[in-house]
């Protein structure tokens, strides 16, 4: 494996840019419970689910890059852990973890208040334990949170499931799918829909299944998709994800279908291109492991290339293309200098395009 690092900086290529502006519009922004308007207004995504479920270990692993196995040695949450990811991240949201043992719709809890500004409700569900009153607890929490906010997005992770076989994934998935289906139908909220995602902490899944999370509240993401759709089509590139660098969550790709393994692959070349750029990087007490001159190429022994280059602060840009169309560089270089700026603009950053050409 060659891995290659270039300061290709474009002449009026543009500076960094943060996360998105409070103004970007996706999701719906309300005070916090506990906090002043002015440092709570942050779209919401809830985590709940029964006692051991995993909640607060997916937290941990996606958000906060814990060791899997480092999970096992995490407390039961026993009060509501309320997560600012937008300081290190591009995703400007707060993800609030709900102790499984508490029901927020009893009289003494504000349910409208924690509901009504809340982009997603992730419920978790333990693949490998009974889950029959995982899904009455999911039945009761849609049904209450339907009529507060019917705008949110219900997200179901069947988690842990690498303990369990391919055959027993797709017929729990299958089983829970049509159980709790079944009961919203019967409780007349046939409107409610539901995603369902087969994860776990030990491989990319967890992931795949937040960055799916992610999109839906992202109002821009046609655009994100059709710039990519334009930028491969153009460059012969075979597929290319626009990546959160810090969490690993891809906030676009384009529209040919995610390969499992191709995901993986890109994940990996982001915590290749981190480590050593912290080892090799960096000059002592300055600097970023990832700055606007990012860039790596890494050559595999198949005719595969993996591209890697710097959209923003935050962002990363990760194509897979074969050594045949790599020779274009130049034309690639070019398409990723037009395909920046269009980012920029979409996300309307004003001062940084300050002399861009």
Known sequence: MNIQYEDTTLPGSYGVVGSFPKSFGYGVEVPDLEESPTSGDKPRILLMGLRRSGKSSIQKVVFHKMSPNETLFLESTNKLYKDDISGSSFVNFQI???????????????????FKGTGALIFVIDAQDDYMEALSRLHLTVSKTYKVNPD??????????????????????????????????????????????LTSIYDHSIFE?????????????PTLENLLNIFISHSGIEKAFLFDVSSKIYIATDSAPVDMQSYELCCDMIDVVLDISCIYGLEEGSGSAYDEESLAIIKLNNTTVLYLKEVTKFLALVCILREESFERKGLIEYNFHCFR?????????????????
């Open 96 to 114: 609030w973890d709900f102790p499984g043992q508490v029901d927020f719709f009893d009289p003494t809890f504000d349910s409208e208040m924690i």
């Open 152 to 197: 949110i997005n219900f997200e179901v992770f069947i988690h842990k499931v690498d303990g369990l076989s391919d055959d027993h994934k797709i017929e729990t998935q299958r089983d829970i799918h049509q159980r709790a289906n079944d009961d919203l139908t019967d409780a007349s909220l046939e409107k409610v829909h539901l995603s369902f995602y």
């Open 209 to 221: 299944a937040f960055s799916k999370v992610a999109q839906k509240l992202i109002h821009q993401l």
């Open 341 to 357: 700026k269009a980012i920029h603009e979409v996300f309307e950053v004003g001062s940084s395009n300050d002399g861009a050409a």
